[in-house]
């Protein structure tokens, strides 16, 4: 079947410090791939997406590459800030109608003043 | 994206009442997702609702204890019934945003005691 998978937090980082979230998957298609964020207290927010190998998706300065070949989609951002404190999940769909979603189990960052 | 609203925001329930939680979008969309987020826990989909017609569960879901209602192309409301501690959780309402995205509401925050 499909799969997420995501490493396990928590993740502490410094303000400022380099973030990598990795994420792989297992998929009988091609799916499109996600990253979500869920602040303390509030729903999921689409962070990013990418929908075909080598795409890149970028937002608020995170990143996330479709690599079809290591079934990767890692998150990174350059300079984390206090306020990107919260869970990242990792999603894929191989439906084009916004059904099916897999997540993954989720991993909670702390950034650290 | 839409907007997504959904209420109440939270809520502490007694053991064998019922709780009812409505999700209205900004704008009409075809298909409507009710997910459970256990604490500390990825997402699991309850249902699908669409417009019209019955909603459809996944496997360990059952109308009896969620019911759904689809009125409309704009709203939709989940039923907790006969609520039990283990029905704690956090209850999101998405909706299909458009080709492959799925996008949320802030969530229902719910405690049984």
């Known amino acids: 079947g499909n799969s997420v998978t995501q490493m396990e937090g928590p993740v502490t980082l410094s303000e400022e410090a380099f973030l990598t979230i990795n994420c792989t998957y297992t998929a009988t298609g091609y799916p499109s791939l996600f990253w979500y964020v869920q602040y303390p207290g509030e729903g999921l927010q689409l962070l990013l997406k990418a929908t075909k190998a080598d795409d890149k998706g970028s937002n608020k300065g995170f990143e996330a590459t479709y690599r079809k070949e290591t079934t990767s989609f890692h998150l990174e951002k350059g300079s984390v800030q206090v306020s990107d404190s919260a869970v990242y999940f990792c999603a894929l769909t191989l439906d084009n109608y916004g059904q099916n979603f897999v997540f993954g189990p989720g991993t909670r960052l702390s950034v650290l003043p | 994206s839409a907007v997504i609203s959904q209420k109440p925001s939270r809520d502490i329930c007694q053991r064998g009442t019922s709780l009812t939680i409505q999700c209205q979008v900004d704008s009409q969309v075809t298909m409507m997702f009710w997910y459970r987020q256990q604490p500390g826990q990825s997402l699991t989909l309850i249902a699908t609702a669409n417009q019209g017609s019955e909603a459809t569960y996944e496997s360990g879901f059952v109308i009896d204890k969620f019911p759904i209602s689809r009125p409309n192309l704009t709203f939709s409301t989940l039923t907790v019934s006969n609520m039990s501690p283990e029905d704690s959780s956090i209850y999101l309402c998405?909706?299909?945003?458009?080709?492959?995205?799925?996008?949320f509401g802030p969530g229902t925050r719910l405690l049984v005691l």
């Open positions: 998405s909706v299909d945003g458009g080709g492959e995205t799925q996008y």
